[in-house]
Nanobody, 123 residues
Framework: QVQLVESGGGLVQAGDSLRLSCAVSGRTFSALVVGWFRQAPGKEREFVANIAQFGGNTYYADSVKGRFTISRDNAKYTGYLQMNNLKPEDTAVYFC????????????????WGQGTQVTVSS
């Protein structure tokens, strides 16, 4: 049983930065693809970014390229999402997710989910 716990969300102004963390337990961390998704009120959960088991490959949604950076520290069993130059449209609940095997963008492909952390960006 893999467990994920997100942290680092908050209320910020447009242009500010936040770093989200995802602590993972229950399985060898290095064996998991880590993804970040977000869900705004009234919208479907959407892909933000993911990272391969050893950090060699990363993928980003077009809406966050150049602003967000996904990373992981396998020695600390933790994934990260650095969010810079935040915009009001980034406001959402952000979820950390994990899966075995290859990287995917569809949230249905992920087996394990955290409870989410709220990110609110004011204009």
């Amino acid at each position: 049983q893999v467990q994920l716990v997100e942290s680092g969300g908050g209320l910020v102004q447009a242009g500010d930065s936040l770093r989200l963390s995802c602590a993972v337990s229950g399985r060898t961390f290095s064996a998991l693809v880590v993804g970040w998704f977000r869900q705004a009120p009234g919208k479907e959960r959407e892909f933000v970014a993911n990272i391969a088991q050893f950090g060699g490959n990363t993928y980003y949604a077009d809406s966050v390229k150049g602003r967000f950076t996904i990373s992981r520290d396998n020695a600390k069993y933790t994934g990260y999402l650095q969010m810079n130059n935040l915009k009001p449209e980034d406001t959402a609940v952000y979820f950390c997710a994990a899966k075995g095997g290859i990287q995917r963008r569809n949230p249905d492909d992920y087996n394990y989910w955290g409870q989410g952390t709220q990110v609110t960006v004011s204009s």
